[in-house]
């Protein structure tokens, strides 16, 4: 079996060599006034005056050329979520992590050799700017595809907010927010649209690609009156697995096969249902029920829609068709992730008590021009909390989700396999329990791990560069849940060759470009960017809270007898106006 696998595969590829292209984009990255939802006109991130932006389709083997242009009055960059990026990190995209992001008014293309198949998307890497539209998918496609199918349609999920995201930011990262709740949004999008439609012929097999692109939401996705069979999950093919219903969380995709009926007498809806509990209060407005429609005949009525049913699912029981055994780790870091109430008072996220903090260097650059130095974490700065791995090690990574909230957890560069989960905190002083088959795990670039439990995942550290490992929901990257890998650094610099055009964002945004994390040489970190440390003592979450709540009265109270006191000052003042007047008058 695998060996037929793999002529198939060479015959593929083969096939797909004879026909590679250059495919180039020229994107203007612009504003623009949208109404996805029907209920409020904003400005948004478009590109090419646009809105939405456009798909990106490519094919296995094409290089991708991306032209942009940032015509907005901040700086920006793009991160194509999912591509391996071999060799050609400094096309990755996180700002402050790869590269310096494209000033105002600058020009940066974005160079990208098409090395896997499959569904992705890209979006924008600085700040929350995807929040603000700069998002959407990016298709590529197999010429041997795995699995026959007569037609396909991208189903790109997300979440909308009325207000800037640097708005809705500042006041989810304020002290006025110590239980950190995230900002929930005002309606949720089928490619940013309320009333997407998708027209079936009967008989047919359809894939959809489906992909959540949102700052916070998690979705459960079916349809009415048809069965679906997974067939991709984040660009891995896995074998055929009949679903009715699937969680698809922020950053994750999947494809499905869904065969059309026979008749045309009735049309479908197709849900993409909002779970709630990644909602600490969910507004009496806000639709849930996030729908679509499956047209066999426009003039055909609706079947009754059925109720909403949310299987039981696990996406580690999925089986990748091309088979990767896994192998025991060289390495082992186990994270644990908690929202605290920092000592700048503001609520903020860690990993093992740092929450991450960007470089004055962007961490790829340091990397490259530190020499020796560069195996060693503290060239990288504390607050980008640096995790080093050499060449073709194996690295495993335990995922403590000590919050009450659920997380999905991306990584740059590669795809994991998920290896195990566990209940709870994961005691490293004993060996993993429930591992799952190693033989051929399921493999995905973004897992989530649901509150209070533990998820085990591993790769092989093959890809030289820097790669960002952090939350997909957007608030939580934002509130630095993150960490950084440094993947064999011991040979980046022979791997890795970064034209000095690259340089120039720097030079104009006025950002170092090389040296340690400070922008210095050697260890010397001074002036280096920090973050806010833990609150001395020992406090639980609600003690925390009770103690900002306190802090908060108090300037409230110091506020209000700073006032009284200013009006008490300016009557006395007037009394002594009136009493020198009366003088004066006698």
Excluded at 74 to 98: E, R
Excluded at 121 to 131: C, E, K
Excluded at 357 to 386: D, I, R
Excluded at 486 to 495: D, T
Aim: some cysteine.
């Amino acid at each position: 079996m695998l060996t037929s696998i793999k002529n198939l595969a060479a015959l593929a590829l083969a096939a797909t060599v004879a026909q590679a292209a250059v495919v180039t984009y020229n994107w203007n990255i612009t504003y623009v006034n949208a109404n996805p939802d029907g209920l409020f006109e904003r400005r948004v991130i478009g590109v090419n005056g646009q809105f939405p932006i456009p798909a990106i389709n490519v094919t296995l083997n094409d290089t991708l050329v991306i032209n942009v242009i940032n015509q907005i009055d901040q700086p920006t960059s793009l991160h194509s979520h999912g591509l391996f990026q071999t060799g050609n990190g400094q096309f990755d995209g996180p700002s402050m992590v790869t590269q310096c992001p494209i000033p105002p008014g600058a020009n940066f293309t974005y160079t990208i050799p098409i090395e896997q198949h499959g569904t992705y998307w890209i979006h924008g890497h600085y700040q929350g700017q995807y929040v603000d539209g700069l998002r959407g998918p990016l298709v590529i496609h197999n010429i041997n595809e795995t699995y026959k199918y007569d037609a396909e349609y991208t189903i790109a999920l997300a979440d909308w907010y009325h207000k800037d995201h640097s708005v809705m930011l500042e006041q989810y990262l304020s002290i006025f927010n110590p239980s950190g709740a995230e900002p929930v949004p005002e309606s949720g999008l089928i490619n940013q649209q309320t009333d997407a439609k998708f027209e079936f012929i009967p008989g047919k097999t359809y894939r959809l690609r489906i992909i959540n692109m949102s700052a916070l939401a998690m979705f459960h996705f079916h349809i009415d009156g048809h069965e679906m069979e997974i067939i991709e999950i984040d660009g891995i093919d896995v074998e055929r697995t009949k679903v009715t219903s699937f969680p698809i969380t922020a950053a994750q995709r999947y494809s499905v096969l869904v065969t059309a009926r026979n008749e045309t007498t009735n049309n479908y809806v197709l849900h993409a249902d909002m779970d709630p509990a990644m909602f600490d209060v969910v507004p009496d407005e806000l639709q849930l029920n996030v729908t679509g429609t499956i047209v066999y005949d426009a003039a055909a009525p609706l079947a009754p829609e059925e109720t909403s049913q949310w299987d039981e699912f696990n996406d580690a029981e999925l089986v990748p068709v091309i088979p990767e055994e896994t192998a025991l780790p060289d390495k082992v870091f186990a994270l644990t992730a908690v929202f605290s109430v920092l000592d700048d008072y503001s609520n903020k996220a860690t990993f093992n008590d740092i929450t991450y903090v960007m470089p004055k260097v962007p961490t790829l650059y340091t990397a490259l021009s530190t020499g020796n130095l560069s195996s060693n974490p503290e060239v990288y700065g504390k607050f980008t909390h640096p995790l080093v791995v050499q060449h073709n090690d194996w690295v495993e990574i335990i995922i403590n989700n000590d919050d009450a909230g659920n997380h999905p957890f991306h990584l740059h560069g590669h795809v994991f396999q998920i290896v195990g989960r566990g209940e709870g905190k994961y005691d490293p002083s004993t060996p993993y329990p429930n591992y799952f088959n190693t033989t051929n795990p399921a493999r995905r670039d973004t897992v989530l791990v649901p509150s209070e439990q533990n998820v085990a995942i591993r790769f092989r550290a093959n890809n030289p560069g820097v790669w960002l490992f952090h939350c997909h929901i957007e608030w939580h990257l934002q509130a630095g849940l993150a960490t950084t890998f440094i993947e064999a650094p011991e040979i980046m610099s022979s791997i890795l060759k970064i034209d000095p055009s690259h340089f120039e964002q720097c030079k104009a945004l006025g950002i170092p470009y090389s040296g340690n994390a400070a922008g210095n040489e050697g260890l010397d970190l001074t002036g280096a960017n920090v973050g806010p440390g833990l609150l001395p003592g020992t406090f639980t979450g609600k003690g925390v809270v009770a103690l900002v709540f306190t802090i908060i009265a108090a300037l409230l109270g110091l506020g209000t007898v700073i006032w009284y006191a200013r009006e008490d000052d300016a009557h006395i003042a007037a009394q002594i106006a009136k009493a020198k007047d009366t003088e004066e008058t006698h």
